[in-house]
């Protein structure tokens, strides 16, 4: 099983980016799927969530902002990250939880 994350980057404040993650050896979609993240110094975080069901929890810090999709053609999950904030910067890494998670993409946002 790999997931391969890419698109980050760095960017202003106030941007956006999009982050994908290609499963391979597993469906994206086998279980509940998501993205965390992880600042210097600061422990890893919820960003987004897909539940088995199909229904979507996002962190507080980026409800209204980020927005977690998947195309199952593709086996593909994604993160749309708008109105970037430089406190949004670290490493996302991307997983279908619990056991499988990708090496993670680092999102750097300048104020």
């Known amino acids: 099983v790999q997931l391969q994350a890419s698109g980050g980057g760095l960017v202003q404040a106030g941007g956006s980016l999009r982050l994908s993650c290609v499963a391979a050896g597993i469906k994206i979609n086998s279980n509940a799927r998501a993205w965390y993240r992880q600042a210097p110094g600061k422990q890893r975080e919820l960003v987004a969530r897909?539940?088995?069901?199909?229904?979507?929890t996002y962190g507080d810090s980026v409800r209204g902002r980020f927005t977690i999709s998947e195309d199952n053609t593709r086996n593909t999950l994604h993160l749309q990250m708008n109105s970037l904030k430089p406190e949004d910067t670290g490493v996302y890494y991307c997983g279908i939880e619990p056991r499988y998670w990708g090496q993670g993409t680092l999102v750097t946002v300048s104020s």
């Open positions: 897909i539940k088995p069901d199909g229904s979507t």
